[in-house]
């Protein structure tokens, strides 16, 4: 029931309740070092991100806040301003072109069966070609839409391939070249509307960014990884239209394109893995992020497999 203290319910004895959600013991809640059960498992007491999470982002009926703030987006100056979504000019200097993308001719079905976490990465180069087309299938512009104004005329809307809450596209795609043939060691960003990539840093920023990996190094198999391609949440885009609502649909985006990602991979006979284990702090700090307005949220590993696929 809703307000109960789950640690209040007792527990019965063998494997149901070895597995019940309560405290190990109950002086746990009041000591300092606490696992993860001990921590979030006690939701009626102390602070707890999750519960937070899941409370502040609630849609409540008569919220006539948010009401207003979706309306504007329905305005001219509203769909003009999402028109321009992601419009930028990349310096000349910090551009670089990407070769043309590889046909994914493989069968969504077999994409699907042949999805798995790949563990064992070969160390051999990717090539530059296959990361373009993983980004362009992720973040690409692929398709557009014309919208009419109330005032008259019309605007053009650039869409994707993965949907996005009011096409606001709060989610960048930025890559670790760590060994991609045709493609300089560096941290790179995906343009989408000019599909190109901006350099934003050398191999001491690779470096930096894997450093703060956890347990990489000491993995053989998943540190010979060809690149990195790293989600980066803005989730200001979604959450000045929807609230709090927009931060819901930003981890929505990640999860979209993290899974789209991993199908474009098995179709070009790559190997892919998700990847969360990472210091939030450090890896935000080599990309120059204040990690709020914009942080790493997610990764996705990348590589020729060490035993090639059976599909």
Same mark, same amino acid.
């Given at each position: 029931?809703? #307000?109960?203290?789950?640690?209040?319910?007792?527990?019965?004895?063998?494997?149901?309740?070895?597995?019940?959600?309560?405290?190990?013991?109950?002086?746990?809640?009041? /000591?300092?070092?606490? !696992?993860?059960?001990?921590?979030?498992?006690?939701?009626?007491?102390?602070?707890?991100?999750?519960?937070?999470?899941?409370?502040?982002? %609630?849609?409540?009926?008569?919220?006539? *806040?948010?009401?207003?703030? =979706?309306?504007?987006?329905?305005?001219?100056?509203?769909? %003009?301003?999402?028109?321009r979504t992601?419009?930028?000019?990349?310096?000349?200097? %910090?551009?670089?072109?990407?070769?043309?993308?590889?046909?994914?001719?493989?069968?969504?079905?077999?994409?699907?069966?042949? &999805?798995?976490?790949?563990?064992?990465?070969?160390? +051999?180069?990717?090539?530059?070609?296959?990361? #373009?087309?993983?980004?362009?299938?992720?973040?690409?512009?692929? @398709?557009?839409?014309?919208?009419?104004?109330?005032?008259?005329?019309?605007?053009?809307?650039?869409?994707?391939?993965?949907?996005?809450?009011?096409?606001?596209?709060?989610?960048?795609?930025?890559?670790?070249?760590?060994?991609?043939h045709g493609?300089?060691?560096?941290?790179?960003? $995906?343009?989408?509307?000019?599909?190109?990539? *901006? &350099? /934003?840093?050398?191999?001491?920023?690779?470096?930096?960014?894997?450093?703060?990996?956890? *347990?990489? *190094?000491?993995?053989?198999?998943?540190?010979?990884?060809?690149?990195?391609?790293?989600?980066?949440?803005?989730?200001?885009?979604?959450?000045?239209? $929807? #609230?709090?609502?927009?931060?819901?649909?930003?981890?929505? +985006?990640v999860g979209?394109?993290?899974?789209?990602? @991993?199908?474009?991979?098995?179709?070009?006979?790559? #190997?892919?893995?998700?990847? =969360? !284990?990472?210091?939030?702090? +450090?890896?935000?700090?080599?990309?120059?992020?204040?990690?709020?307005?914009?942080?790493?949220?997610?990764?996705?590993?990348?590589? @020729?497999?060490?035993?090639?696929?059976?599909?």
């Amino acid at each position: 029931m809703p #307000g109960d203290n789950l640690d209040s319910v007792p527990a019965p004895g063998g494997p149901i309740g070895d597995n019940a959600i309560r405290s190990l013991t109950p002086q746990s809640v009041s /000591t300092v070092l606490r !696992s993860a059960l001990g921590r979030h498992a006690e939701f009626a007491g102390g602070p707890n991100a999750a519960l937070d999470f899941l409370i502040a982002s %609630r849609i409540h009926r008569h919220d006539r *806040e948010s009401t207003l703030s =979706t309306r504007r987006y329905l305005s001219d100056d509203g769909v %003009r301003f999402v028109a321009r979504t992601d419009e930028e000019i990349v310096p000349a200097a %910090r551009q670089v072109e990407l070769p043309e993308p590889l046909p994914l001719t493989m069968p969504l079905a077999a994409a699907i069966a042949g &999805r798995r976490s790949e563990r064992d990465f070969s160390g +051999e180069p990717m090539d530059v070609a296959a990361l #373009g087309t993983v980004l362009r299938a992720v973040g690409g512009i692929t @398709h557009g839409q014309r919208a009419p104004l109330r005032s008259g005329g019309v605007v053009d809307l650039a869409q994707r391939s993965v949907s996005s809450g009011g096409g606001l596209y709060p989610v960048e795609l930025y890559a670790a070249a760590v060994k991609v043939h045709g493609l300089a060691e560096g941290m790179y960003r $995906y343009a989408p509307r000019a599909d190109v990539l *901006e &350099r /934003t840093g050398g191999a001491e920023a690779v470096a930096a960014f894997r450093a703060g990996l956890m *347990e990489v *190094e000491s993995l053989p198999g998943i540190s010979r990884a060809a690149a990195l391609l790293v989600l980066v949440g803005r989730p200001w885009r979604s959450m000045r239209k $929807y #609230g709090p609502r927009g931060m819901r649909m930003t981890m929505h +985006e990640v999860g979209a394109i993290g899974q789209q990602s @991993h199908l474009a991979a098995v179709a070009l006979g790559l #190997g892919s893995l998700d990847w =969360t !284990s990472f210091y939030d702090g +450090e890896v935000n700090q080599a990309l120059g992020f204040d990690g709020v307005r914009r942080a790493v949220l997610h990764m996705v590993l990348l590589g @020729h497999p060490a035993t090639p696929p059976t599909v």
